[in-house]
Nanobody
């Protein structure tokens, strides 16, 4: 499975971005999907996750601001990011996980200026 992220960029604090993760084939019904991020000098952290059953969970730091969703018809996962803060600056990665299978995208840079 190949995962390709897009939608990153430079935005001012308080602004919004929507990230997309396009999967090379239909996997959302069998895999848990997630968005992770890694800021310079920090470990990669989970931002949001959606299970194959549709349950979602979010990092405390993004609750109420970010929304994860899937479009099964387009094999695409999204991360709507609102009220962005400078501390949201990071490379954002898409992930698909099922058992021993663990796929990552190449990442997309999000930079939030103050």
């Amino acid at each position: 499975v190949q995962l390709v992220e897009s939608g990153g960029g430079l935005v001012q604090a308080g602004g919004s971005l929507r990230l997309s993760c396009a999967a090379s084939r239909s996997i959302f019904s069998i895999a848990d999907m997630g968005w992770y991020r890694q800021a310079p000098g920090k470990q990669r952290e989970l931002v949001a996750r959606i299970t194959s059953g549709g349950s979602t969970n979010y990092a405390d730091s993004v609750k109420g601001r970010f929304t994860i969703s899937e479009d099964n018809a387009k094999n695409t996962m999204y991360l709507q990011m609102n009220s962005l803060k400078p501390e949201d600056t990071a490379v954002y990665y898409c992930n698909a996980f099922r058992g021993a299978l663990n796929f990552w995208g190449q990442g997309t840079q999000v930079t939030v200026s103050s």
